[in-house]
T-cell receptor, first 113, second 112 residues
Framework: DTGVSQDPRHKITKRGQNVTFRCDPI?????LYWYRQTLGQGPEFLTY????????KSRLLSDRFSAERPKGSFSTLEIQRTEQGDSAMYLC???????????FGPGTRLTVT | GENVEQHPSTLSVQEGDSAVIKCTYS??????FPWYKQELGKGPQLIID?????GEKKDQRIAVTLNKTAKHFSLHITETQPEDSAVYFC???????????FGPGTSLSVIP
């Protein structure tokens, strides 16, 4: 399967713990995006990378959130000191620079207890 | 800020009937309008899109229309089938090809 992959698919953690998610984009795509989706809502943009450069961050991305794409391939999203309000589906998408179409992975569902 | 509204929030149709979902957007600079289908437990899947220089686009049973003056766009699904049941999201983006702003979604149920 050459689509966007995300790991893990599900994560349950206790409040205050740190969690890290991984996204592997479609191999030739140089742009990678992170979105968050809460129940019954559409995805909300968090941040995106072109190659290894993080080009934009949403105001939703508090200082407890950090994203990296060190070699311009896979990306990680870390949430420190998780709160119950962080419970959501975290979606990754990828695209080619200069092309509109974004393709999404299956998401990582985070539950903070 | 940028905003995309979508209605209805739920839609139930008989198999074989048509379904229409309507969206409006706030930023007149928006020029790319994708539609995504999301099935339970899966990520959104791009099903069709339209650019601002086009008024209508069709792909088999799916068609999208865009009215830039009114800042409205719509998704039309004809001859609906049970496998069309899912949540559909309209969205808008810009020439910078960066973030996509999504609507709140329409849950479509096709009754056999």
């Amino acid at each position: 399967d050459t689509g966007v992959s995300q790991d893990p698919r599900h994560k349950i953690t206790k409040r205050g713990q740190n969690v890290t998610f991984r996204c592997d984009p479609i191999s030739e795509h140089n742009r990678l995006y992170w979105y968050r989706q809460t129940l019954g809502q559409g995805p909300e943009f968090l941040t995106y990378f072109q190659n290894e450069a993080q080009l934009e961050k949403s105001r939703l991305l508090s200082d407890r959130f950090s994203a990296e794409r060190p070699k311009g391939s896979f990306s990680t999203l870390e949430i420190q000191r998780t709160e119950q309000g962080d419970s959501a589906m975290y979606l990754c998408a990828s695209s080619l620079a200069g092309v509109y179409e974004q393709y999404f992975g299956p998401g990582t569902r985070l539950t903070v207890t | 800020g940028e905003n995309v509204e979508q209605h209805p929030s739920t839609l139930s149709v008989q198999e074989g009937d048509s379904a229409v979902i309507k969206c409006t957007y706030s930023d007149s600079a928006s020029n790319y309008f994708p539609w995504y289908k999301q099935e339970l437990g899966k990520g959104p899947q791009l099903i069709i899109d339209i650019r601002s220089n086009v008024g209508e686009k069709k792909d088999q049973r799916i068609a999208v229309t865009l009215n830039k003056t009114a800042k409205h766009f719509s998704l039309h699904i004809t001859e609906t089938q049970p496998e069309d049941s899912a949540v559909y999201f309209c969205a808008a983006s810009w020439t910078s090809y960066d973030k996509v702003i999504f609507g709140p979604g329409t849950s479509l149920s096709v009754i056999p």
